[in-house]
């Protein structure tokens, strides 16, 4: 059951919210008392999402949308305020990681990861800007959240995993840049960074692929999507004078 009201009064919206991480950001964020809208392709299960937060007491709005849309991650935040008159926190999560040798790799999983981690993520952020910007204004919190979903790939390239590197590294360049553009008005711009999560992530990959995945982390204890969510509900609660820029999270046993 809802009882907390750390967030009561704010508005988040999470892309990605279906599965994984998007989904445990968006209960967590729900428990705490924000209003949340929820973004991914899969309605049936962000329907799901949603009466299970409004059965704990929470409110929560699922939004059917391909955020690789212009035009659909605009109408995502339009919804958002629409329905519930404000956006304080965007959650930009949604994310497919599709590994591999570039020597072979199928162009068009070069192109989807291209769209969704970074264009998509791109989109909803310049939709989202000029609400957190006025929601920053307004707010009894005196700040409005961006946080970006990025990964230890976004740090540190590896062999097999060449354009996911390139388009996390891209996130963490944008995050910085548009951090210090916003910062000044109260609009924080977060990184989150995790190594391996037990999440559907990696099962989009081909059978091979698959395989060398399962095996690099045989021996290790993932995190669990709930420890993400954590640290993105720590990053959005601090007081308005303070900004948590980055966090990186890997499960103890993963070295690299
Ligand atoms: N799991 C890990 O080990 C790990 C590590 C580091 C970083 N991350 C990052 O964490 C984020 C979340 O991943 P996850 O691990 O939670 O994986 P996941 O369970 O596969 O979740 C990915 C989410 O993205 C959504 N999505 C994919 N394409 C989309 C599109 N075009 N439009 C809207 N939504 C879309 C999916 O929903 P639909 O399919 O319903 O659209 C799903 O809700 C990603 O950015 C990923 O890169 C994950």
């Known amino acids: 059951m809802i009882t907390s009201s750390g967030l009561t009064g704010s508005v988040a919206l999470v892309t990605g919210a279906s599965s994984g991480i998007g989904a445990a950001t968006a209960r967590a964020l729900a428990a705490e008392g924000a209003s949340v809208a929820l973004v991914a392709r899969r309605l049936d299960r962000l329907e799901e999402l949603a009466s299970e937060i409004g059965e704990s007491g929470g409110r929560a709005l699922p939004i059917e949308a391909d955020v690789a849309d212009l035009a659909a991650a605009e109408s995502v935040v339009e919804r958002t305020v629409s329905e519930y008159g404000s956006l304080d926190i965007l959650v930009n999560n949604a994310g497919v990681m599709l590994l591999g040798p570039i020597l072979d790799a199928p162009v068009e999983e070069w192109q989807r990861m291209v769209d969704v981690n970074l264009l998509g993520l791109l989109y909803c952020a ?31 390239a590896r062999r097999g995993s060449g354009v996911y590197n390139a388009t996390k590294h891209a996130v963490g360049a944008f995050s910085e840049s548009l951090r210090q553009e916003v910062t000044g008005r109260h609009v924080r711009v977060s990184l989150v960074e995790p190594g391996a999560v037990d999440t559907e992530l990696s099962s989009h990959n081909r059978p091979e692929v698959l395989e060398t995945i399962k095996a690099r982390f045989a021996d290790v204890e993932h995190l669990q999507d709930s420890d993400i969510a954590e640290a993105i509900v720590y990053i959005v609660t601090r007081p308005r004078h303070v900004a948590i820029n980055e966090i990186l999270i890997r499960p103890t046993e993963q070295e690299q």
């Open 126 to 156: 310049k939709a989202a800007i000029p609400q957190l910007l006025e929601a920053a204004e307004n707010n009894p919190r005196g700040a409005a959240d961006l946080v970006n979903v990025s990964s230890v790939a976004g740090r540190v």
